[in-house]
């Protein structure tokens, strides 16, 4: 099969086909989320960081002062999902002394991604203005994205922060953490599941790839499970070979994980990636 043809991608592509016991995992993922937010009465729910009906966060303050940020972002192939089913991820950082943000976005088609891009970028902004306020530390902000999320964290990493506004700093984000991100969205466009939703076109694919950008000057780690697909496989392999070690000094797959299960290892304080998500937040 060539890499363009359909039916092979959507079985590449479509994680929800190739998890079968997917919807119990993120039936997880929002009970254990409702808990979070019943159980975290310093939680500031549904801040709004721009004028878009989509564009709120939920804060998850940290006990400690001066706290890092870490800003996970969730995924979805940018057409679902919400920030209330990924509450879950607070905790464990809490406990460490990171503070946590978690924001939403449009969803594609209603909005496109590039759209979700600038969102993000809004999202991050506001964090960085206002995290002083809740006793945050914003010189210490990093990003970690799950899938889409994971896509977005890259481009967050590539963003020209002083053309968004003058006294932002240059590395706003230093360090980003990839689990099972997309960089490079030309299959994307070729996906008979994906591309009337995300509307690609070889412009948007160019604009919206960080496979074709420059190398940052912040930090990625990029990790993939281990149980993930061929294409997924390549796409967490691409971005080190493309960047190179100095931007990309991680570039690992996660043991025994699939697409959906990966994130564990992300909230356990004994997982590889929670290990990953405090280096770059300076808390290991």
């Known amino acids: 099969m060539t890499r363009h ?5 959507d079985a590449q592509y479509n994680n929800r086909v190739r998890v079968p016991d997917h919807a119990a995992v993120l039936a997880r993922w929002v009970r254990a989320s ?8 310093a939680a500031r729910l549904d801040l709004r960081y ?15 002062p001066d706290a890092p940020v870490l800003v996970f972002v969730h995924g979805g192939y940018w057409r679902s999902l919400d920030k209330s089913d990924f509450s879950f991820v607070a905790p464990a950082f809490n406990a460490a002394g990171a503070t946590v943000a978690v924001p939403n976005y449009g969803l594609c088609p209603a909005v496109s991604i590039e759209d979700i ?37 890259a481009m967050l990493l590539s ?36 591309q009337p939703d995300l509307r690609l076109t070889p412009a948007s694919v160019a ?32 971005i080190r070979d493309v960047w190179g ?3 990309v000094p991680v570039c690992e797959t ?26 770059l937040v300076g808390l290991r």
């Open 5 to 9: 043809d359909p039916a092979w991608l």
């Open 34 to 41: 409702a808990f979070c937010r019943a159980e975290s009465p």
């Open 50 to 64: 721009g004028a878009g009906s989509a564009e709120t966060l939920d804060l998850f303050p940290a006990a400690s």
């Open 117 to 153: 891009c600038r969102q993000m970028v809004r999202a991050l902004e506001w964090t960085w203005r206002h995290a002083a306020a809740h006793g945050a530390d914003p010189r210490r902000l990093a990003v970690v994205g799950h899938s889409a999320g994971g896509h977005l964290a």
């Open 159 to 194: 963003c020209r922060w002083k053309q968004v506004a003058d006294d932002l700093p240059p590395l706003l984000v230093g360090g980003a953490l990839s689990i099972s991100g997309l960089y490079d969205l030309e299959p994307l466009r070729h996906t008979p599941f994906l």
């Open 207 to 238: 604009r919206l790839s960080p496979a074709f950008f420059p190398r940052p000057k912040g930090r990625l780690y990029t990790t993939v499970g281990a149980l993930e697909s061929d294409e997924f496989l390549r796409q967490n392999q691409l």
């Open 245 to 247: 070690p100095t931007a």
């Open 254 to 279: 996660v043991p025994g994980r699939n697409h959906f299960d990966v994130l564990e290892s992300l909230v356990d304080p004994a997982g590889r990636l929670h290990d990953l998500a405090l280096r």
